[in-house]
């Protein structure tokens, strides 16, 4: 089994290395409802978390299925106003990246905690991507709604997050945990990348 977990955590990373170092290379276009929808899915850090939400929360099942996304939305958006208000934030690139290190693990280690639990870590990692995009956003009403869009796109990101993890719930059970392991160890292995190439 861990043989099955490490081969299929170094394949993940090694078919998205090329991509690592452009994970948040810069915000591009960040005004209007399109580049908000594109934005999330053009840094492979946000779209790593967003989409690892939404696996944790379906592996973890109960509230954690609504509560661990909502908080992740939510102080997503706090963040957002706190960059777009022009409050400084330390390490923001780096906690993006630990939030890639910390929830691949949380998924690949089937974590067990409480729904609350899950969504105050997720929350904190949420924060540094809501500022990230929030510093970036113009003052306008092109920028709002960008915000409002790029929200859109991090409910979707969720929800094929729990999509995913459906699918590898359906499959056999040793299949299903050597493919959750794959995908969440491979996630963490490539958080680690993005962190040495931030630093």
Do not use: C, N
């Not at 924060?127 to 709002?144: D, Y």
Request: no cysteine.
């Amino acid at each position: 089994m861990r043989r099955t977990f490490l081969r299929s955590a170094l394949a993940m990373a090694a078919a998205f290395v090329p991509a690592v170092a452009q994970a948040h290379v810069g915000a591009g276009a960040t005004h209007g409802f399109a580049h908000g929808l594109a934005h999330p899915v053009g840094g492979l850090d946000h779209v790593l978390a967003m989409t690892l939400v939404g696996v944790l929360a379906f592996q973890m099942g109960g509230r954690a299925i609504w509560m661990v996304p909502a908080a992740f939305v939510g102080v997503m958006m706090l963040g957002g106003a706190l960059g777009a208000a022009g409050v400084e934030l330390p390490f923001v690139e780096t906690g993006i990246a630990l939030s890639v290190v910390v929830l691949g693990a949380m998924v690949a280690f089937r974590a067990k905690a409480s729904a609350a639990a899950a969504a105050t870590i997720v929350g904190l990692f949420a924060v540094f991507h809501g500022h990230a995009h929030g510093a970036e956003m113009p003052a306008t009403g092109s920028g709002l709604y960008y915000g409002a869009a790029f929200v859109l796109a991090t409910v979707a990101l969720h929800g094929a997050g729990a999509a995913l993890g459906y699918v590898l719930h359906l499959l056999t059970e040793t299949r299903a945990s050597a493919l959750t392991q794959g995908v969440g160890g491979g996630a963490a292995i490539l958080g680690l990348l993005i962190i040495a190439g931030a630093a």
